[in-house]
């Protein structure tokens, strides 16, 4: 088995819009995915970028992507790679693609000097959980992440 991982290009967006709908069946969560080929071939690949996607092929045949984006510690005074997906499809996992997008990942944080390297993962998503153990990453139990969005992002936008 030969596996690969190459920066995703423009022609990939509907693959990417596909493991992206993979992902939310997988996360019970199919009815979130608003995300489509065009959006996806304008923030990854279009003119003000500022999120990137890999993509993990074996043998040619897409099998997997991540997509990640820069941010900023302030008390590291550095860059951080932040995941925001990573996915393989399920009948390809056990073949060493997640390890090797997180590998390449990893690569990428080095080279960018990156203070930080992190992610999220669902609570109940013990695979996942148990894969990022394995390769040495540690849990930060102390942080809760809170988000605004839809209407609420916008009514508090707008709040005088």
Known sequence: MNLTIRSAEKQDAATILHFINELAIYEKEPEAVINTVEEIETKL??????????????????????????????????????????????????AGAGKALMKRLAQLAVQKDCGRFEWVVLDWNKPAIDFYQSIGAEPQDEWIIYRLTGQALKDFAQQA
């Open 45 to 94: 690949f279009g003119e003000d970028v500022r999120a990137h996607a890999l993509i993990c092929e074996q043998d040619g045949e897409a099998i997997g992507f991540a997509v990640y984006f820069f941010n900023y510690s302030t008390w590291l005074g550095k860059y951080g790679l932040y995941l925001e997906d990573l996915y393989v499809s399920q009948d390809k996992r056990g």
